[in-house]
Nanobody, 124 residues
Framework: QVHLVESGGGLVQAGGSLRLACLVSGGTFSQYVTGWFRQAPGKEREFVAFIGRSGTLTLYRRSVEGRFSVSKDSARNTAYLQMTSLKPEDTAVYYC?????????????????WGQGTQVTVSS
């Protein structure tokens, strides 16, 4: 059974940075694609970023392009979401998700495995 655990969330001022980590266990990390999603209070969960199996393919939602960067370290079975120039509207619970393959990277139902989420709060 594949298990995902996020870490690295917290409270940061606008303009600050955070790096989220997603540790994957129970499977061969290099066989999985990884997505990052977020859910703000009262809103639906939304796609944030995607990284392919090898790490060469990355995709982002438009509002975070140029500010967020996704990467992975297969030796550590860990995916990362580096977030810079954070804005109050980035406040949400952030989730990582994994699947062996997805047809649409921005659709959460495509992902089989999910972490428990980590809270990111950006103060103005």
């Amino acid at each position: 059974q594949v298990h995902l655990v996020e870490s690295g969330g917290g409270l940061v001022q606008a303009g600050g940075s955070l790096r989220l980590a997603c540790l994957v266990s129970g499977g061969t990390f290099s066989q999985y694609v990884t997505g990052w999603f977020r859910q703000a209070p009262g809103k639906e969960r939304e796609f944030v970023a995607f990284i392919g199996r090898s790490g060469t393919l990355t995709l982002y939602r438009r509002s975070v392009e140029g500010r967020f960067s996704v990467s992975k370290d297969s030796a550590r079975n860990t995916a990362y979401l580096q977030m810079t120039s954070l804005k109050p509207e980035d406040t949400a619970v952030y989730y990582c998700a994994a699947a062996k393959a997805v047809d649409a990277v921005d659709q959460d139902r495509q992902y089989e495995y999910w972490g428990q989420g980590t809270q990111v709060t950006v103060s103005s």
